[in-house]
T-cell receptor
Framework: EPEVTQTPSHQVTQMGQEVILRCVPI?????FYWYRQILGQKVEFLVSFYNNEISEKSEIFDDQFSVERPDGSNFTLKIRSTKLEDSAMYFC?????????????FGEGSRLTVL | DQQVKQNSPSLSVQEGRISILNCDYT??????FLWYKKYPAEGPTFLIS?????DKNEDGRFTVFLNKSAKHLSLHIVPSQPGDSAVYFCAASRGNYGQNFVFGPGTRLSVLP
C-alpha cells in the first residue's frame, strides 16, 4: 500500500539553527500538507501546497517557515531559525483530491527537539 | 479558539461493547468531517468521513453520525476490540481549495479485554 514517508524520524537541533524536514508524498497525490503536534496538544494545520504554490497557511506558518517541492517527489518544510517552541512532531500529509472527496494520508512524523 | 471540540479526553470500554466518541464544532461553514486514529509514535490514519449532505456513514464496525443542527458528530465502534485502543481525532473542513482540516484535541480510547 502506498504511504507517505518522512525523514528524519527525530532531529535534535540548537535554538537558532535551520532545520529541513523531508517528505515523500504518495506519488499520484496532488495536494500536500504539513501539520504539527506539540506534545500533549492537538494536531495543528501549518500549510497546504498545490500546483507548486502555497494554497493556504495558518498563523503558525510565519516567515520562519517555508515549503518547497524541489523535485517531482520530495516536499520539504524548512524552519529558518528554530525556537524552543518549535519542538513538536511534524506530520506531512498528502491527498489525491479536494476536501470533499479525499482524505489525508499522513506520514509517521518527524520529531523535532530544539534545545 | 476551539472550533472543533472533543470534550472527553479519555474513554474506557469493555471489549465487545460499543464505543461512542463525540465531537462538537462551532463553525457552521464546516461541511466535511473525518475521524482519524492515532497510535503512539505513528501518524494519524484515516478511519471514516462524512459530508454535510449525509447524516450517517457506515464502514464495517465504524459508523459516523452527523447532527448538523446541533453541530455534533459521533463515532460508534461496534464491537470494540483491544486493537481499537488509540487516540481518536475528529477533524473538520470547509471543503475549500486548501483543505485546511481543523483537528479536535483527541479522545484516548482504551478497550479493556
Amino acid at each position: 500500500e502506498p504511504e507517505v514517508t518522512q525523514t528524519p524520524s527525530h532531529q535534535v537541533t540548537q535554538m537558532g539553527q535551520e532545520v529541513i524536514l523531508r517528505c515523500v508524498p504518495i506519488s499520484n497525490h496532488l495536494y500536500f500538507y504539513w501539520y504539527r503536534q506539540i506534545l500533549g496538544q492537538k494536531v495543528e494545520f501549518l500549510v497546504s501546497f498545490y500546483n507548486n504554490e502555497i494554497s493556504e497557511k495558518s498563523e503558525i506558518f510565519d516567515d520562519q517557515f517555508s515549503v518547497e517541492r524541489p523535485d517531482g517527489s520530495n516536499f520539504t518544510l524548512k524552519i529558518r531559525s528554530t525556537k524552543l517552541e518549535d519542538s513538536a512532531m511534524y506530520f506531512c500529509a498528502s491527498s489525491e483530491g479536494l476536501a470533499v472527496t479525499g482524505e489525508l494520508f499522513f506520514g509517521e512524523g518527524s520529531r523535532l527537539t530544539v534545545l | 479558539d476551539q472550533q472543533v471540540k472533543q470534550n472527553s479526553p479519555s474513554l474506557s470500554v469493555q471489549e465487545g461493547r460499543i464505543s461512542i466518541l463525540n465531537c462538537d464544532y462551532t463553525n457552521s461553514m464546516f461541511d466535511y468531517f473525518l475521524w482519524y486514529k492515532k497510535y503512539p509514535a505513528e501518524g494519524p490514519t484515516f478511519l471514516i468521513s462524512i459530508s454535510s449532505i449525509k447524516d450517517k456513514n457506515e464502514d464495517g464496525r465504524f459508523t459516523v453520525f452527523l447532527n448538523k443542527s446541533a453541530k455534533h458528530l459521533s463515532l460508534h465502534i461496534v464491537p470494540s476490540q483491544p486493537g481499537d485502543s488509540a487516540v481518536y481525532f475528529c477533524a473538520a473542513s470547509r471543503g475549500n481549495y486548501g483543505q485546511n482540516f481543523v483537528f479536535g484535541p483527541g479522545t484516548r480510547l482504551s478497550v479493556l479485554p
